[in-house]
């Protein structure tokens, strides 16, 4: 670990402890490193690096052709899924996390595809990095 000297602007520095408190980081340090990932793993994904990622999905299992669908794609994209996780959350609901990882669009395109099958009740693309 490395210790550095950082100017700011008044302004700026009232962010940094907003984010501090909103995000209930410890110090200002660790919001610093905090932006500092996030940018890293923005640009990642932006530029179609080898990255890695967990697909979270609601669905009523009631829905058979939607389950259907769904295990199609996924078996297409196959390269891509480290593991899947099945909850049943209640009578109707499933929470399914599958985790992800390889070339930014291609997670995307998948994410894509399975948010958008008809009856899908939530489903979000958490964008990580490999490290
Ligand atoms: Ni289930």
Not at 29 to 53: H, M, P, T, Y
Not at 106 to 111: P, T
Request: aromatic share 4%; glycine share 6%.
């Amino acid at each position: 670990m490395k210790r550095f000297g950082v100017s700011i602007e008044d302004h700026l520095l009232e962010e940094v402890d907003s984010l501090v408190k909103k995000n209930q980081l410890p110090n200002r340090s660790q919001a610093i490193r905090f932006l500092i990932r996030k940018n890293l793993v923005r640009d990642k994904w932006e530029g179609n690096k080898e990255v890695s990622g967990c697909i979270v999905l609601v669905y009523d299992h009631h829905k058979r052709d939607l389950l259907n669908k769904s295990v199609d794609i996924q078996h297409k994209y196959q390269n891509l899924v480290l593991s899947t996780q099945h909850v049943h959350l209640d009578h109707n609901n499933c929470l399914e996390t599958i985790t992800l990882k390889g070339k930014a669009k291609e997670l995307r395109d998948l994410s894509d595809k399975l948010i958008a099958l008809k009856g899908m009740k939530h489903g979000e693309l958490v964008m990580s990095t490999i490290g």
